[in-house]
């Protein structure tokens, strides 16, 4: 029903996901949603915990598998790619849920939650890799989540007349965080 919820987002952002589509597109009765989440709003809070759960993971995930690459700039490569290829492939659900959702009192609570532990995961991460500043790799990671809610607010072309390709927007990011932390 979840992945039904998030489908139903993709598909028409936060006023798409209703009892009556995620029933339809999960293949369920809509009692059966009632059940689960007792309404919408319960719904959409399920379906923002769920999102947010699976963008922490993967950020761990890679985390964890950038610790393995012995070269640096590599290793913030990976970080920053799956970064940015996360706010842009789910530009939808971040859009919904950042903006559209904005006022309901779960998603502020939830939403940063899930940014403080990316920050924290994050920034140790940096500090412990570089020997950096808690200060550097903060904002580091502010740097990240601002030009993330961009790609998921603006289309690439609406920000710069020149837009980069997501990889070397990567690479470019990768450098300028890698010369922070590494100057710190």
């Avoid at 490569?77 to 530009?91: E, I, P, S, T």
């Avoid at 809610?149 to 690439?156: E, F, I, K, T």
């Avoid at 609406?158 to 990889?167: D, F, S, W």
Wanted: with cysteine; charged share 20%.
């Amino acid at each position: 029903m979840l992945s039904s919820a998030l489908a139903a987002v993709d598909e028409g952002g936060l006023k798409a996901l209703t009892v009556d589509n995620v029933a339809r597109l999960s293949e369920t009765s809509n009692g059966s949603i009632y059940h689960r989440f007792g309404n919408r709003d319960g719904l959409v809070a399920a379906a923002i915990d769920h999102f947010l759960s699976q963008v922490e993971d993967a950020m761990a995930a890679e985390m964890e598998a950038a610790n393995s690459v012995a070269d640096d700039r590599a290793a913030v490569g990976r970080l920053v790619d799956l970064w940015l290829n996360l706010f842009a492939r789910y530009h939808q659900r971040f859009r919904a849920f950042m903006v559209e959702a904005h006022e309901q009192t779960f998603h502020h609570a939830r939403g940063r939650q899930a940014s403080h532990a990316i920050a924290d995961r994050l920034s140790t991460w940096l500090i412990d890799r570089f020997a950096c500043t808690p200060a550097a790799a903060q904002t580091c990671y502010t740097i990240l989540l601002g030009l993330g809610a961009s790609r998921a607010l603006w289309d690439p072309d609406e920000v710069t007349a020149n837009p980069l390709p997501t990889g070397k927007l990567a690479d470019e990011v990768g450098a300028m965080i890698l010369a922070r932390v590494t100057s710190a």
